[in-house]
């Protein structure tokens, strides 16, 4: 069974998954040329998260189109990619940086949470 779907839905559909694919090559491009760990990882975390919401929102297009109705499951990936990949990257970052510090390296100093005492 082939269902033939109109160019309004066809176009902006490619168009989507084309702009999710070029997010990648971004972000990627973006792996590469970075220096070091903290600034690697920006780019992937960025364009996946990018590229994740295009190609859920081609998908919801294609399938509500095909069924002739709102389809709206494929929102809960990028939801959950948006709530899980900043904390994600947060806790790579700390464990990193405390790694560095273990080592020895020269890194920007702990801020702690307490105020200092007042003289």
Do not use: N
Request: net charge positive; proline share 7%.
């Amino acid at each position: 069974m082939s269902a033939q779907l109109s160019l309004w839905v066809e176009v902006p559909v490619a168009i989507l998954l084309v702009l999710s694919s070029l997010f990648a090559l971004i972000g990627g491009i973006g792996l590469l040329r970075m220096k070091d760990y903290f600034q690697r990882m920006h780019p992937p975390a960025l364009a996946s998260t990018l590229g994740a919401w295009c190609v859920a929102l081609a998908s919801i297009i294609y399938f509500s189109a095909l069924k002739s109705g709102p389809v709206l499951h494929a929102w809960l990936i990028p939801i959950l990619l948006a709530i899980t990949v900043p904390v994600t990257t947060l806790l790579l970052a700390r464990a990193a940086l405390f790694r560095k510090r273990m080592a020895g390296d020269d890194v920007p100093a702990e801020v702690s949470s307490r105020r200092k005492p007042e003289r």
